[in-house]
């Protein structure tokens, strides 16, 4: 993280660099990007901008004079790549990762100041003396977790490695590893040539969401009272219905459908199941 700039709009951005080098979260990682992988974050987040969903953009992409060593299809031909760095901004760069590690490893104090710096600086309508602020912010990402997922299928859009270290709590694309768009409708279709198990295929993206809005849960319950508990888990169980409403509302868009007809969802799921036959 480089800092924080306001433009002139008013408007907050955190800026990273990614392929810079080695930080404490590099585990055995060189902390390098490859020039191929940049190109495609700085373009894929610029249009995703574009398409009007939620996510991180690019500001620069500089090449760099290091050589970086990658095994690009995970088969042991390792190969020396042009590094490259790219200079990224968000909101926030706060993911569901960043409340799970100091949940797991017992710092409830510092979770909970983290928390209400989080909702102070990017969940206005919440206030941060409220006595329920983090079931509020719960409903909040369970909502527009929802929302973002239901984006990107509306647009064919997977994200190669959607764990909760790549999930931001802002709700935004954030991370372009493995990435990919379909170009016919194939609910398997997988990006990552690493995911054997097809964890994260494009079908499955709406429930690996739902298993990464659990794991926050399960952060957050330290800090919640027996009923807050009970009411989160009410509001998770409703991920699913949340998720499908606005994925019917994206279709029935490009379909141009208006009002309500029982038919609408039958015929979305028939025109989906015609382009798989196709």
Known sequence: LVGVY?????ERWELQLKGSGKTPYSRNGDGRAVL??????????????????PTSRAASLVVSDDDVWRDQFYNGNIKKERGAIVLRLAKSWFRIGSLEILAHSGELDLQRRLLDFIIQEHFPSIAVNDSNRYLEFF????????????????VGFAHGVCNTDNFSLLSITID???????DSYDPNFVPNTSDDERRYKIGNQANVGLFNLSKLLQALKPLLDPRQKQLASQ?????GERYYIRFTELFKTKLGLLGENEDDNYLIAFLLKVSLLC
């Open 176 to 182: 372009y590893g493995p990435f990919g768009f379909m």
């Open 6 to 10: 306001t433009n002139r709009h008013g």
């Open 36 to 53: 191929r992988s940049s190109v495609r974050e700085f373009l894929c987040s610029e249009a995703m901008h574009y398409l009007g969903i």
């Open 235 to 239: 509001i998770l169980e409703g991920y």
């Open 139 to 154: 409903s909040t990402v369970v909502s527009e977790t929802a929302n973002l997922i239901a984006l990107w299928m509306s």
